[in-house]
T-cell receptor, first 115, second 116 residues
Framework: DAGVIQSPRHEVTEMGQEVTLRCKPI?????LFWYRQTMMRGLELLIY????????DSGMPEDRFSAKMPNASFSTLKIQPSEPRDSAVYFC?????????????FGAGTRLSVL | EDKVVQSPLSLVVHEGDTVTLNCSYE??????LLWYKQEKKAPTFLFML????IEKKSGRLSSILDKKELFSILNITATQTGDSAVYLC????????????????FGTGTRLQVTL
């Protein structure tokens, strides 16, 4: 299995621009998680989906952030407009609820720099 | 608010030393505790512990959970330079709706550096 695939790996943009991060979960997994990692706050859960339905978005910092999961094999996290404080590494993870006991498998992350 | 605290924040040891990493937690409803290793990229899964006193072992790594005192430790014996990484502790709490996935609350990690 290819694992969780994220794109792009690096994104540099200017303040005010729209940013879209993409994630392909492990095939067969039914839960998908978006995290943000910074030195100050560590790894924070932003939102997660179960069977393509958002379950908990309480970690989404503000209305500038939105996430979608149109099907079982694709999700996006969008920031519009972006701000310098959004600079971080964004991880996507997926899991299979059930026998695998909710072990989350992470993608390689997208390093976002907002200038 | 659920809280996971790891200590120390960072650690430098010599190859061959034994290290102990600590994780304490305060959560409203505990299901399991997980340890991850993060090198330069994605966190990778190490252990999941659900019951107190159960020691998980994988080669030179082992971990114990104490549900009464609300903490876990991760031990690494005979450390190697390849053990250099950030070690993350996470606590799983049950989901808001039955039949959906749980979520993890992570600590900020312990950065371990193993030198020659």
């Amino acid at each position: 299995d290819a694992g969780v695939i994220q794109s792009p790996r690096h994104e540099v943009t200017e303040m005010g621009q729209e940013v879209t991060l993409r994630c392909k979960p492990i095939s067969g997994h039914n839960s998908l998680f978006w995290y943000r990692q910074t030195m100050m706050r560590g790894l924070e859960l932003l939102i997660y989906f179960n069977n393509n339905v958002p379950i908990d978005d309480s970690g989404m910092p503000e209305d500038r952030f939105s996430a979608k999961m149109p099907n079982a094999s694709f999700s996006t996290l969008k920031i519009q407009p972006s701000e310098p404080r959004d600079s971080a590494v964004y991880f996507c993870a997926s899991s299979l609820r059930g026998l695998a006991k909710n072990i989350q498998y992470f993608g390689a992350g997208t390093r976002l720099s907002v200038l | 608010e659920d809280k996971v605290v790891q200590s120390p924040l960072s650690l430098v040891v010599h190859e061959g030393d034994t290290v102990t990493l600590n994780c304490s937690y305060e959560v409203t409803n505990f299901r399991s505790l997980l340890w991850y290793k993060q090198e330069k990229k994605a966190p990778t899964f190490l252990f999941m512990l659900t019951s107190s006193g159960i020691e998980k072992k994988s080669g030179r790594l082992s971990s114990i959970l104490d549900k009464k005192e609300l903490f876990s430790i991760l031990n690494i014996t005979a450390t190697q330079t390849g053990d250099s990484a950030v070690y993350l502790c996470a606590v799983e709490v049950p989901p808001p709706y039955t039949g959906t996935a749980s979520k993890l609350t992570f600590g900020t990690g312990t950065r371990l550096q193993v030198t020659l």
